[in-house]
């Protein structure tokens, strides 16, 4: 290791916070909205698909998806996250995050749009959809890595926290638009094509004009990507990349990340005469392969932390369909799908969504932003976990009692799950996760341990929702009990992991060799702590 005296990252990591760090949040925060809401809408119009193309008469029920049918369109868009994650985190690092994120948002545009696109048979429909999910799902898992390292690498050591945060929280704003969207839609479809609901009229209980709806929903989600992408055009590479990871056949690294970093942040950084001699060597110490010692006598127990977390924090997080099924009913959101028509049931289900998200999800992930940079993000992590764990616990031991006698503390218990899951490890791996590796592989870290965290979706998904789906409540509860232990391994795992708050991302990954000097005049630095509302806007 060596002595990082790169002068651009110091006064990167010491600058005051300016207008450019709102502006990296916004274009970051769009592209990882765009990413929440593609990926959770078609929940809002999977009843819709089975009314329309599986619908049997002889079966006297509402059409729906076969199960394995379910399965590929949810596991198409899965299947896809978790390569794009792996993919993009690698690409990322090699030609980088800019114009690989700028690669995924073009991706996500065209998915998006295609994927409102296939008619014909409900075999060729269902096909193409998943073809064109699976797509959009290899995009969206690179906005992962990608958003992540290009926000923690712009921001400064003492907020850092607070922006990776307000980055994330765009996912629950995805999740609150992927019900809100559809709701509104339906809605209106509703005002002008209403409906017998299916007990009464069951042939014609599903309007053709919602062969139009599903497709708007998903097409939806190409207009903020293609907004992104635009802004995108106007933000630089990160310093970091251009100096230390970007290929310089003309030796001028140093230069260029200076260049870039004052059009955006006000930074003047003093010459210094030996700075590209400077990064050559840093380059030089500091070029060790994923697949080394050094790397794992370094970082092997940060990943191992990281991806574990992830992973098992995905599983009770993707599993929370577990009570949806009965809590939905019993708050009076949802009804029994014979008493409605189709149309009306995406409105009930995407009303329901937005509900749960806007009361349950959504707060947690402001308490986040609010307090990760007072209370660290160890301590935040631990604290969610040990909450999930614990009630979780409580529903799966008293979950006949509070479904069938006490629905508002079943209603209580589940939003407290989903709270401390959002003000807990659902925030902090994706925070950690960007903070804690060498920048030469940062992205390809990050992509790894949230393609840790999409196998336990995964796990959530299809294994225990199909478990719990075979022979009810009984095994609902097991489901819940097995599921706090798991989160309490999460708990556990925790502690493989070190705290990163108020450190700059070169102290956490060792990359300045135990030192923290700054080459930058006092003058300047004074200037720089004070430049926020003067700083230029690209």
């Given at each position: 290791?060596?002595?990082?005296?790169?002068?651009?990252?110091?006064?990167?990591?010491?600058?005051?916070?300016?207008?450019?760090?709102?502006?990296?949040?916004?274009?970051?925060?769009?592209?990882?909205?765009?990413?929440?809401?593609?990926?959770?809408?078609?929940?809002?119009?999977?009843?819709?698909?089975?009314?329309?193309?599986?619908?049997?008469?002889?079966?006297?029920?509402?059409?729906?998806?076969?199960?394995?049918?379910?399965?590929?369109?949810?596991?198409?868009?899965?299947?896809?996250?978790?390569?794009?994650?792996?993919?993009?985190?690698?690409?990322?690092?090699?030609?980088?995050?800019?114009?690989?994120?700028?690669?995924?948002?073009?991706?996500?545009?065209?998915?998006?749009?295609?994927?409102?696109?296939?008619?014909?048979?409900?075999?060729?429909?269902?096909?193409?959809?998943?073809?064109?999910?699976?797509?959009?799902?290899?995009?969206?898992?690179?906005?992962?890595?990608?958003?992540?390292?290009?926000?923690?690498?712009?921001?400064?050591?003492?907020?850092?926290?607070?922006?990776?945060?307000?980055?994330?929280?765009?996912?629950?704003?995805?999740?609150?638009?992927?019900?809100?969207?559809?709701?509104?839609?339906?809605?209106?479809?509703?005002?002008?094509?209403?409906?017998?609901?299916?007990?009464?009229?069951?042939?014609?209980?599903?309007?053709?004009?919602?062969?139009?709806?599903?497709?708007?929903?998903?097409?939806?989600?190409?207009?903020?990507?293609?907004?992104?992408?635009?802004?995108?055009?106007?933000?630089?590479?990160?310093?970091?990349?251009?100096?230390?990871?970007?290929?310089?056949?003309?030796?001028?690294?140093?230069?260029?990340?200076?260049?870039?970093?004052?059009?955006?942040?006000?930074?003047?950084?003093?010459?210094?005469?030996?700075?590209?001699?400077?990064?050559?060597?840093?380059?030089?110490?500091?070029?060790?392969?994923?697949?080394?010692?050094?790397?794992?006598?370094?970082?092997?127990?940060?990943?191992?932390?990281?991806?574990?977390?992830?992973?098992?924090l995905d599983i009770a997080f993707y599993s929370q369909n577990l009570t949806q099924k009965d809590l939905f009913p019993d708050m009076g959101l949802t009804k029994n799908p014979t008493k409605v028509n189709a149309i009306e049931e995406v409105y009930q289900q995407s009303r329901a969504m937005f509900i749960a998200a806007f009361l349950g999800t959504f707060p947690g992930?402001?308490?986040?932003?609010?307090?990760?940079?007072?209370?660290?993000?160890?301590?935040?992590?631990?604290?969610?976990?040990?909450?999930?764990?614990?009630?979780?616990?409580?529903?799966?031991?008293?979950?006949?009692?509070?479904?069938?006698?006490?629905?508002?503390?079943?209603?209580?218990?589940?939003?407290?799950?989903?709270?401390?899951?959002?003000?807990?490890?659902?925030?902090?791996?994706?925070?950690?996760?960007?903070?804690?590796?060498?920048?030469?592989?940062?992205?390809?870290?990050?992509?790894?341990?949230?393609?840790?965290?999409?196998?336990?979706?995964?796990?959530?998904?299809?294994?225990?929702?199909?478990?719990?789906?075979?022979?009810?409540?009984?095994?609902?509860?097991?489901?819940?009990?097995?599921?706090?232990?798991?989160?309490?391994?999460?708990?556990?795992?925790?502690?493989?992991?070190?705290?990163?708050?108020?450190?700059?991302?070169?102290?956490?990954?060792?990359?300045?060799?135990?030192?923290?000097?700054?080459?930058?005049?006092?003058?300047?630095?004074?200037?720089?702590?004070?430049?926020?509302?003067?700083?230029?806007?690209?």
């Open positions: 290791m060596v002595s990082n005296n790169l002068a651009v990252l110091n006064a990167m990591d010491d600058a005051a916070t300016q207008k450019y760090h709102f502006v990296v949040l916004g274009i970051t925060g769009m592209g990882f909205f765009a990413t929440t809401y593609n990926f959770f809408c078609i929940n809002a119009i999977t009843k819709l698909l089975g009314r329309i193309y599986f619908y049997d008469p002889l079966l006297k029920q509402p059409g729906r998806l076969p199960q394995y049918v379910n399965n590929l369109v949810n596991g198409a868009a899965l299947t896809g996250t978790f390569c794009g994650q792996l993919y993009f985190g690698w690409l990322g690092d090699r030609i980088g995050r800019k114009k690989a994120y700028g690669m995924t948002l073009i991706i996500i545009f065209l998915s998006a749009l295609f994927s409102g696109s296939p008619f014909g048979s409900p075999v060729s429909v269902i096909a193409i959809l998943c073809f064109f999910r699976f797509w959009l799902g290899v995009a969206l898992g690179g906005t992962y890595p990608l958003c992540a390292t290009i926000m923690s690498e712009y921001a400064n050591r003492k907020t850092r926290g607070a922006f990776l945060s307000g980055l994330f929280t765009m996912q629950g704003f995805g999740i609150i638009f992927s019900g809100l969207v559809p709701m509104v839609l339906s809605k209106i479809f509703l005002i002008y094509y209403d409906a017998k609901p299916f007990y009464q009229y069951p042939a014609h209980s599903a309007q053709p004009q919602g062969n139009i709806l599903w497709r708007i929903v998903l097409m939806v989600g190409a207009l903020p990507a293609a907004i992104t992408y635009c802004w995108l055009r106007k933000l630089p590479e990160t310093a970091r990349y251009t100096a230390v990871i970007k290929p310089d056949p003309k030796n001028d690294a140093a230069r260029d990340a200076v260049s870039d970093m004052r059009r955006v942040l006000t930074i003047h950084v003093h010459e210094d005469p030996d700075e590209e001699h400077k990064i050559s060597k840093f380059k030089a110490v500091n070029s060790y392969p994923l697949w080394s010692i050094p790397f794992f006598e370094f970082h092997g127990i940060h990943l191992i932390g990281a991806m574990c977390s992830w992973c098992l992930y402001l308490g986040t932003v609010f307090l990760i940079d007072k209370f660290g993000r160890l301590a935040i992590q631990l604290m969610g976990f040990l909450m999930m764990s614990a009630f979780m616990l409580i529903m799966g031991v008293k979950y006949d009692y509070i479904r069938d006698q006490n629905h508002a503390l079943f209603v209580v218990l589940y939003s407290l799950t989903f709270f401390f899951a959002n003000f807990g490890p659902n925030s902090t791996t994706f925070i950690m996760s960007a903070e804690l590796f060498p920048m030469r592989m940062r992205c390809l870290c990050h992509g790894l341990s949230a393609a840790a965290g999409k196998l336990g979706a995964m796990v959530g998904t299809f294994v225990v929702q199909t478990y719990t789906l075979k022979q009810g409540h009984d095994r609902t509860k097991h489901s819940l009990m097995v599921l706090a232990f798991t989160n309490m391994l999460g708990f556990c795992f925790t502690f493989f992991m070190t705290e990163t708050k108020g450190l700059s991302l070169e102290e956490l990954s060792g990359e300045d060799g135990g030192e923290n000097e700054i080459e930058v005049d006092e003058p300047l630095m004074t200037n720089m702590r004070t430049c926020g509302s003067e700083s230029e806007d690209s």
